[in-house]
């Protein structure tokens, strides 16, 4: 048997007739802890790309004291490799100088990608990284964190030989904000697992666990800065639902309305998230900034309606499926609440929704990102 595209060197791996496997290094450390957004990105991403022909998925854990959790955590296919690493100690380097690279601390493969903005400093191995939103320079500049976040991303953009983004609107900004050639860009959309169009409201347990009003609203996320959870709260009145509002507690401080009119529930584990969402009246993500809105998407893909504010990455992603708002406006928000509310039985709109969703999967992502790995090596 021979793959596809290689010669016939006795030290190359493979021979003529066969297709080569690529040796791929992904930053696994997002795998770590309570899975957000790009714990999930990246659990889903090494899964897909673990599935494709030849690729061989390797996760390498920027941390010492979640090392050996870290083994227990890579989705099936993929493996944890490398010894423990000091994450601040690496940062601080990687921000300042190409010292120390990778592939001696077990960052050996053909690409080297990392997941969470940073970029490992690397002697020959070609770099992808990917930059989910441009949020942290907004933090910088409120003095919110150190300029050393900012130092590191920047110097990790300008490492990486490609660059992914979940959105064009990021690509852009990331063009803009760093100089770099928008053809070392590569667009490399988020997936929506196939449970959710099968996603039912939650049973009598579940709301009993969390206290879920029969109808309501539904934010879901950290409720950080950015999130614009103090417009929401603002726009709500007697005449919507109540609010529930799952996800990590954050920094926000957003508690200024009585608690009957919102719920907190914490973070979910999927399963139940998924219920939650399939349940609400209308799914809100009143964002100053996204890097992408995972969120819309699976509400849609649960036959839920969307409002979102009006900014460029959920416009793109939404593509005319949710009701939108100019960001801060509450007398806006509230009357997009009151329009999604009202369409829940549009069943036109909703299959409409569903279909859109569905066209976003992990195996496209993962598809993109092997597109990025070749234009890396090339």
Request: glycine share 12%.
């Amino acid at each position: 048997m021979r793959r596809a595209g290689c010669d016939e060197s006795p030290d190359n791996g493979c021979v003529a007739g066969e297709t080569p496997d690529v040796r791929i290094v992904l930053d696994g450390t997002p795998l770590l802890g309570t899975r957000t957004g790009i714990g999930r990105y990246t659990a889903r991403l090494s899964e897909a790309l673990a599935e494709l022909p030849g690729a061989r998925v390797r996760l390498l854990g920027l941390t010492a004291r979640g090392w050996y959790a870290l083994r227990g955590a890579v989705p099936p296919g993929t493996r944890a490799i490398g010894p423990p690493l000091p994450a601040r100690m690496l940062a601080a380097c990687w921000s300042r100088s190409e010292f120390p690279p990778i592939e001696p601390l077990g960052g050996r493969g053909d690409v080297v990608h990392g997941t969470n903005f940073v970029q490992p400093a690397a002697v020959r191995t070609p770099g992808v990284v990917t930059i989910h939103d441009l949020d942290f320079l907004d933090t910088s500049a409120n003095g919110a964190s150190g300029d050393g976040r900012e130092r590191l991303v920047a110097r990790s953009v300008r490492r990486a030989s490609v660059v992914c983004t979940p959105t064009s609107a990021v690509a852009e900004r990331v063009v803009a904000r760093f100089g770099i050639s928008a053809r070392r860009t590569v667009v490399t959309p988020l997936g929506v697992d196939p449970e959710w169009f099968e996603a039912r409201p939650p049973d009598p347990r579940v709301r009993r666990q969390y206290g879920l009003p029969e109808n309501y609203l539904l934010f879901v996320g950290e409720d950080g800065p950015r999130k614009g959870l103090s417009t929401l709260l603002e726009a709500l009145d007697p005449t919507l639902p109540p609010l529930v509002v799952a996800g990590p507690s954050g920094t926000g401080g957003e508690d200024s309305l009585p608690s009957e009119r919102v719920t907190r529930t914490g973070y979910l584990p999927e399963e139940e998230l998924r219920g939650v969402v399939a349940g609400a009246a209308a799914l809100v993500l009143p964002s100053r900034d996204e890097g992408f809105g995972l969120p819309v998407l699976e509400a849609m893909a649960a036959g839920v309606p969307v409002v979102c504010s009006d900014i460029a990455a959920l416009r793109e992603v939404t593509a005319g499926h949710a009701h939108l708002f100019p960001y801060g406006r509450a007398t806006a928000l509230r009357a997009a609440l009151r329009r999604a509310v009202e369409s829940a039985g549009d069943h036109e709109s909703r299959e409409a929704a569903r279909g859109h969703a569905a066209g976003f999967t992990w195996q496209g992502c993962a598809e993109a990102t092997m597109r990025a790995y070749r234009l890396a090596r090339s």
